[in-house]
């Protein structure tokens, strides 16, 4: 009997010696697990003792956190620090033109030259000499001042001059879509008008451009006024007005002739109307717009080899057209085109070949456009070709057109590598039969490498 019980509870004992084994390691592992958190435990704690030391040795005299003061703080420098960015044009010239010669050519019925100085200020074309040039550096400086504007300065520096190019306020919550700007800054009128140079697609600005506003298009001191009209499109539309310090088409400053004494213009002496509309259709965004800028002119050139002046009215009226088309999220292809047309009315005081001062009507009809299509073909690379025209150019005097050449026209060719969102390195072509000596026309070859840099923070550019 005694066998047989043995044998029935032998694997009952051998069974619970087994599981007494297993709990046994179960229990070792829950001792050394509890182990490890007691020292992670030990380690957080003096990480934590040597976290509130540091704030003790930070807090001020008012005992509040010095994190916590920062983030409390309405005008803490934290809050304040503005973008701030460099921007660096140079390039390498190549023109079968000599440097001579350049600085007196001319763009007939337009101006006196690409070099033309008045009043001790020089106007500077971009890429001005054969070889190498520091065409500018621009300072970008911008933040939000508080709920109400924003602030923007821009500064160009060269290599013997620093001005303010840019200097103005914008608002930023007015009521019904409004918003205001005030300062120096850019006119709105055209579509490139307002863009810096930089921001270009080609190393130098439009012919029309460059014939009608000059080398720095029409930037002034003034007030802008723009309503978001509240449509199912963009619909902006705008009203300036500025001093009207633009040599090539306003001026306010009076002159005297003789005995004759011509007054300075009321201020503020030019106004901008615009009106921008812009839509898509699928992967193609359009943008259109009409602008109209009018007001007094003043033009002294008495001091110069032959002297004359102009007093009387301009009327500017420009119209814009871009489409850019989105072939991924990379590639697109872009067509853009201005055409601006310019009438000036007054009359025009100049010097007899007897010397005797003579005064007679003079009037002004010259308009132009370019058309201009980019591709971008690749992530960082991008051609593009444009097309420059003067069609038009009446100059009047006395009821005589003096019939200065209408025929001036450019053509042009780049191509672009942007090594990153902060650089551009660009190679362009012109071909330009727009320059005058005399009344010879000289035809000029420029090959053009721009290199473009930027650092620091810069504020994202429009459409």
Known sequence: MKKYLITALLPIFTATASELDELKKQ???????????????????????????????????????????????PFSQAKFVPDISLILDTSFVSRNLTDDTYRQVRIPGFNHGLFHMHDGHGHMPYNAERGFNLNYAEMYVASTVDPYFDLVGVFHLSENDFEIEEAYFKTRSLPYNLAVKGGKFYSEFGRLNKSHHHVWDFADAPLVYRAIFGEHNLLEKGAQITWLAPTPFFLMLGAEAFQGDNENNFNRKGFTVNTIKISDTKKPNLYVLFIKPSFDIGNTSILTGVSYAFGKTRINHLEDENPHAFAGDTKILGFEFT????????????????????????????YNKAGKLVIDPA?????????????????????????????KNDVIINGKNKNPPDNLYRYSAMIDFLPSE??????????????????????????????????????????
Do not use: C, M
């Not at 229990?27 to 030391?53: A, F």
């Not at 190679?427 to 000289?442: A, I, M, P, T, V």
């Open 363 to 391: 009037e002004k009809k010259q308009g132009g456009f370019y058309v201009q299509g980019i591709y971008k073909f690749d992530q960082r690379w991008r051609v593009g070709l444009r097309y420059d025209l003067i069609n």
């Open 27 to 73: 229990i070792q592992q829950q001792q050394e697990i509890i182990q490890q958190l007691q020292e992670k435990l030990k380690q957080l704690q003096e990480q934590q003792e040597v976290i509130q030391q540091t704030q003790e040795k930070l807090k001020n005299v008012d005992g509040r956190d010095p994190i916590e003061k920062v983030l409390s703080n």
């Open 422 to 463: 902060f650089s551009r390195i660009r190679l362009q072509y012109n071909y330009d039969k727009s320059l005058f000596l005399g009344s010879e026309r000289k035809t000029n070859h420029e090959i053009i490498l721009q290199f473009n840099l930027a650092i620091g923070a810069h504020g994202a550019h429009g459409f």
């Open 323 to 350: 489409a850019k088309h989105l072939l991924d999220s990379y590639r697109y292809l872009q067509l853009q085109g201005e055409y601006i047309y310019r009438k000036t009315d007054g009359s025009r005081f100049a």
